[in-house]
């Protein structure tokens, strides 16, 4: 069977094992896959670094992200950042940061399942792209799609644990509060910044500990990421 311009677009983009190949072809695909096309100004793909072992994924791109192309740039993700920050880790620079659907949902709404299901290819490729060591799941909407083996949990209950998923045979994961929540509710930055303790034990303890960013925010020349 002859595929079609866009099936041969879709296959370069779900086949290929460059990273910057794959974020580029996705943003140029101007993908119509679900119905959020309609509302984005562009494909949020990710930010940061795709060679750490560190991934963070929420849910969808918001306002600012859809505006800048890039994903957690508003106020909740300026708040992880600070919280990142208090533990050493330099989100822009020792993470990558995707979201469950790459284009924004209208008001902000989560992602319906049929939509996360369609997008979702996408991720799972980045994923495997990027290989890990850790995966932070951010708030449930991550949670429950891309571990649709949890099944019937609560938030309160889940943030903070580290478990493995049969559908991540080689990361490990952890869940943690999305950081638009703590923006709605101040009280969760506290246990927040305990599980952002244990996470800090354990890449020390595993050697996934990146360097500690440089004082000033800017980036140091010629750093070295840990070994995969
Ligand atoms: S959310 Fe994903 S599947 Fe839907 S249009 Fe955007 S890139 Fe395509």
Same mark, same amino acid.
């Given at each position: 069977m002859q595929l079609d311009f866009f099936d041969t677009t879709h296959n370069t983009i779900l086949t290929t094992q460059s990273y910057d190949r794959f974020k580029r072809e996705l943003i140029e695909?101007?993908? &119509?896959?679900?119905?959020?096309?309609?509302?984005? &100004?562009q494909i949020v793909v990710d930010r940061g670094?795709?060679?750490?072992n560190i991934m963070l994924i929420g849910e969808g791109p918001g306002e600012n992200e859809d505006k800048q192309? !890039?994903?957690?740039?508003?106020r909740a993700g300026q708040l992880m950042d600070e919280l990142f920050l208090e533990i050493g880790i330099d989100t822009s620079r020792d993470t990558l940061i995707a979201n469950i659907v790459k284009c924004r949902p209208p008001e902000n709404r989560a992602p319906h399942q049929e939509e996360a299901k369609t997008c979702m290819v996408f991720l799972k490729h980045q994923i495997s792209l990027v290989r890990p060591k850790i995966i932070l799941l951010l708030g449930a909407t991550a949670l429950k799609y891309l571990v649709?083996?949890? &099944? !019937?949990?609560s938030m309160n209950d889940e943030a903070g644990k580290f478990f493995t998923a049969p559908e991540f045979s080689e990361t490990l994961l952890m869940v943690l509060y999305h950081p638009a929540y703590l923006l709605y509710d101040a009280r969760k930055k506290t246990p927040m910044r305990e599980h952002l303790l244990s996470l800090r034990e354990l890449l020390k303890q595993n050697d996934w500990l990146p360097p500690p960013p440089v004082a000033n925010g800017s980036r140091s020349a010629g750093i070295s990421f840990p070994t995969r």
């Open positions: 695909s101007n993908c &119509t896959r679900c119905d959020l096309h309609k509302g984005r &100004t670094n795709s060679k750490s192309g !890039k994903a957690f740039v508003g649709p083996s949890k &099944t !019937k949990f």
